[in-house]
């Protein structure tokens, strides 16, 4: 299919959403709006980006300057660039750098941070525009999910670890990247913020929650390295205490809010959410380790 077409195609799905929308037809505007963002993320799926930090903030103005082109609000090309200084100087942007993102359902207008009352382009309620969270962790579970994801979790990795040797388990991988040892560190890193913020939660108004490089300290290790049985032990007595201390507060608990300096105003039921969807995304990586020494082990038995 060529450029072209692909894009008609985009264009003519998403424009189809709209009028069905309008119509009532909700069943069937949910399977056009879900195709055409099907087509972007297979086109975007076969893109090779960049992962450096200098050649992101080169893509990231070229981003800009598209948008500036196509004349989409200046706003977001300055937000963006802002962005991209952030991440030059090697540090996450804050919420008051980078506010958030929404779009008019009605005709597309992209508006940053606090809203008009109404679009200034259709004149469409700013209440209907869709917000873009930064990270869809936020909203993947209601507390009722989140608790058992959080009380599963634990028990999931451990089946993955057992069986594997001290040894196996602190193994770099080839390509430099974490040991299991240090993707459980991570988990525990992660677990530790949660217990902390849950406190602020429960025992201030609208606390500050500062922002957390969580992801650096998981090579860090202290004077006397525990193994990594241990600190799996230690994620789970903390996982234990933060549930037993959501289980038994009132329900009116999970919206209480707190200032996040990266990701702005969120609620408990947010924090939690993302803390419970984050560790999912590293089950991946986990097998792939774990495959690893299991395929070894296979191969050792074979070999006899
Ligand atoms: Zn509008």
């Not at 598209?66 to 989409?72: E, M």
């Not at 500062?210 to 390295?225: G, I, L, M, N, Q």
Request: aromatic share 8%; net charge negative; hydrophobic share 40%.
């Amino acid at each position: 299919m060529g450029e072209s077409e692909w894009s008609q195609t985009h264009i003519f799905l998403v424009a189809l959403a709209s009028r069905l929308e309008n119509e009532g037809q909700y069943n069937i505007a949910k399977l056009t709006r879900a195709a055409a963002d099907s087509l972007s993320r297979r086109a975007a799926y076969q893109l090779d980006m960049p992962g450096g930090k200098a050649e992101l903030a080169a893509q990231i103005e070229q981003a800009a300057s598209a948008l500036s082109a196509l004349g989409v609000t200046a706003e977001i090309s300055s937000t963006l660039r802002q962005g991209a200084s952030a991440l030059s100087e090697n540090r996450l942007p804050l919420i008051y750098e980078t506010p958030h993102p929404y779009v008019c359902r009605t005709c597309g207008h992209l508006a940053l941070g606090e809203l008009a009352e109404k679009c200034p382009v259709c004149g469409a309620w700013s209440a209907t525009f869709q917000w873009f969270p930064p990270v869809y962790w936020l909203e993947a579970f209601d507390p009722p999910a989140a608790l058992a994801r959080l009380r599963q979790t634990p028990l999931e990795v451990a089946g993955l670890l057992s069986g594997l040797s001290e040894e196996q388990l602190s193994q770099t991988p080839e390509d430099g990247g974490w040991a299991l040892r240090n993707i459980v560190s991570h988990l525990r890193d992660a677990q530790g913020v949660l217990s902390f913020r849950l406190d602020l939660f429960l025992n201030e108004e609208d606390p500050a929650l500062e922002s957390k490089a969580v992801f650096e300290w998981a090579t860090r290790e202290e004077a006397r390295a525990p193994s990594t049985l241990e600190i799996f032990d230690s994620y789970k007595a903390l996982r234990a205490e933060t549930l037993a201390k959501l289980e038994v507060m009132p329900c009116d608990m999970w919206w209480r809010t707190g200032r996040h300096e990266e990701f702005g105003r969120i609620s408990l039921r947010q924090q939690v959410s993302y803390f419970a969807a984050h560790e999912l995304t590293h089950f991946p990586q986990i097998e792939k380790l774990r495959d690893h020494f299991t395929d070894d082990m296979v191969q050792t038995e074979e070999s006899r």
